[in-house]
């Protein structure tokens, strides 16, 4: 399944796409594709060393054996270092999800943007802070935008007010945004709005679009996002971050975990979620007015 949906991915341009803008999550989605054709020369490679063995010709049926198993082990490597089946659902969701959009009537859709609605009502609140992750950056990119359609008076106040800001860490808004009408029309709700947006990600981690304003990729327009290096490198103990390397997918989640590091600058240097939270300063009124320009060094100029 995950080769099937790699290579719908590709019809629909979204792999070309990925690899022009972030790299990383380029390698990781060709991941099942990659296994699925080592297979394939491996098992082609054991069934002519068998017919080479078998025909007496030992040197080349053994060469043959040595290749095959080293092919099998490239293989089993990749393995080791990504989750084809994960990859796999997220991918088959994000086509079904294009093809179906099941999000229209969606309930829990409906009940996200009230959510919001609801928080900005609270006259105990200070902030309202919508912080989502991975695939959930999508979701949020939805509840953001239906909580601008059904109370944009509210909203505006509370963005006035520097009272509501949208967090996205690692995200993936422009894998469903240019599949789907229903996330093109959203992203373009919420790039087009004043709310506050900070976009954390790191080149490292392989399942995001590594510092990639996802509105400017979208329309091609100025800046919209504050896009931020995350420099978990830095604020991580040098084990913590060794073992991130080890195991990829790991590095997805350290935007979850708090900063290790044993020098206090350094923990600050990194992005610390709990810090984002905990903090008693809103963090539109830290943030620069005029969103960071970062052109992260494996893009592409792209015509999109």
Same mark, same amino acid.
């Given at each position: 399944?995950?080769?099937?949906?790699?290579?719908?991915?590709? %019809?629909?341009?979204?792999?070309?796409?990925?690899? =022009?803008?972030?790299?990383?999550?380029?390698?990781?989605?060709?991941?099942?594709?990659?296994?699925?054709?080592?297979?394939?020369?491996?098992?082609?490679?054991?069934?002519?060393?068998?017919?080479?063995?078998?025909?007496?010709?030992?040197?080349?049926?053994?060469?043959?054996?040595?290749?095959?198993?080293?092919?099998?082990?490239?293989?089993?490597?990749?393995?080791?270092?990504?989750?084809?089946?994960?990859?796999?659902?997220?991918?088959?969701?994000?086509?079904?999800?294009?093809?179906?959009?099941?999000?229209?009537?969606?309930?829990?859709?409906?009940?996200?943007?009230?959510?919001?609605?609801?928080?900005? !009502?609270?006259?105990?609140?200070?902030?309202?802070?919508?912080?989502?992750?991975?695939?959930?950056?999508?979701?949020?990119?939805?509840?953001?935008?239906?909580?601008?359609?059904?109370?944009?008076?509210?909203?505006?106040?509370?963005?006035?007010?520097?009272?509501?800001?949208?967090?996205?860490?690692? =995200?993936?808004?422009?894998?469903?945004?240019?599949?789907?009408?229903?996330?093109?029309?959203?992203?373009?709700?919420?790039?087009?709005?004043?709310?506050?947006?900070?976009?954390?990600?790191?080149?490292?981690?392989?399942?995001?679009?590594?510092?990639?304003?996802?509105?400017?990729? =979208?329309?091609?327009?100025?800046?919209?996002? !504050?896009?931020?290096?995350?420099?978990?490198?830095?604020?991580?103990?040098?084990?913590?971050?060794?073992?991130?390397?080890?195991?990829?997918?790991?590095?997805?989640?350290?935007?979850?975990?708090?900063?290790?590091?044993?020098?206090?600058?350094?923990?600050?240097?990194?992005?610390?979620?709990?810090?984002?939270?905990?903090?008693?300063?809103?963090?539109?009124? =830290?943030?620069?007015?005029?969103?960071?320009?970062?052109?992260?060094?494996?893009?592409? %100029?792209?015509?999109?």
């Amino acid at each position: 399944r995950g080769a099937q949906t790699f290579l719908s991915l590709t %019809k629909l341009g979204i792999f070309s796409h990925m690899q =022009q803008t972030s790299w990383s999550i380029s390698l990781t989605m060709a991941g099942p594709l990659i296994q699925v054709v080592g297979y394939a020369i491996s098992a082609i490679l054991g069934l002519l060393s068998l017919f080479w063995l078998v025909s007496s010709a030992y040197v080349a049926g053994t060469v043959g054996l040595v290749a095959a198993f080293g092919v099998m082990g490239s293989v089993g490597l990749v393995i080791s270092r990504s989750d084809a089946a994960w990859i796999g659902r997220i991918t088959t969701f994000a086509l079904a999800t294009a093809r179906r959009p099941v999000f229209e009537n969606w309930p829990n859709r409906a009940n996200m943007g009230k959510s919001i609605v609801e928080a900005l !009502n609270r006259s105990d609140c200070d902030e309202v802070l919508v912080v989502s992750h991975s695939i959930g950056t999508q979701l949020g990119l939805l509840a953001m935008a239906d909580a601008i359609k059904s109370e944009p008076l509210l909203v505006k106040n509370a963005v006035e007010e520097d009272r509501l800001s949208f967090v996205t860490l690692g =995200q993936t808004v422009p894998l469903m945004s240019r599949i789907s009408t229903i996330f093109a029309d959203s992203l373009s709700i919420v790039g087009k709005s004043e709310i506050c947006w900070l976009d954390v990600s790191a080149p490292a981690d392989p399942a995001c679009y590594a510092l990639v304003d996802p509105y400017r990729d =979208q329309f091609d327009g100025k800046p919209r996002v !504050n896009v931020q290096n995350a420099r978990f490198f830095k604020g991580f103990a040098t084990e913590t971050y060794r073992k991130a390397r080890e195991n990829r997918f790991t590095m997805h989640f350290l935007y979850l975990m708090s900063p290790d590091a044993n020098d206090k600058e350094d923990r600050s240097s990194c992005f610390d979620l709990y810090q984002l939270l905990a903090s008693d300063k809103l963090l539109a009124r =830290q943030l620069p007015a005029r969103p960071n320009v970062i052109e992260p060094f494996f893009a592409r %100029k792209t015509n999109r």
